[in-house]
């Protein structure tokens, strides 16, 4: 079994920056990759980034491209999301997540993953 307990987010005005973290606790070796997905009321949680623990390659929605990083630190089983140039439309419950499956596909699909966080709000105003 794996844990995962986020921390960071909030409020901040477009153009803002914020930074999410994601421990990971348990099992941590079985864990290929890592995610993070958002969503809003009344829509299907969408995939916004993920990394290969293995290399650290990462992978990238088009809509966060060039704007969000995505980043591990494995000493402290940490993974973490910074956001920057924010925009209104990023707003968001934001959620870390971490699959057991090794193959390379559906990267940023919702139910490819096993583990999730609990989420955190992210709310960017205009």
């Known amino acids: 079994q794996v844990q995962l307990v986020q921390s960071g987010g909030g409020s901040v005005q477009a153009g803002g920056s914020l930074r999410l973290s994601c421990q990971a606790y348990?099992?941590?070796?079985?864990?290929?990759?890592m995610g993070w997905f958002r969503q809003t009321p009344g829509k299907e949680r969408e995939g916004v980034a993920a990394?290969?623990?293995?290399?650290?390659?990462?992978y990238y929605a088009d809509s966060v491209k060039g704007r969000f990083t995505i980043s591990q630190d494995n000493a402290k089983n940490t993974l973490y999301l910074q956001m920057n140039s924010l925009k209104p439309e990023d707003t968001a419950m934001y959620y870390c997540?971490?699959?057991?499956?090794?193959?390379?596909?559906?990267?940023?699909?919702?139910?490819?993953?096993?583990?999730w966080g609990q989420g955190t709000q992210v709310t960017v105003s205009s």
């Open positions: 997540a971490a699959r057991n499956k090794p193959n390379r596909a559906k990267l940023l699909v919702n139910y490819e993953y096993n583990y």
């Open positions: 348990g099992y941590t070796y079985t864990i290929y990759y």
């Open positions: 990394i290969d623990t293995g290399d650290a390659t990462t």
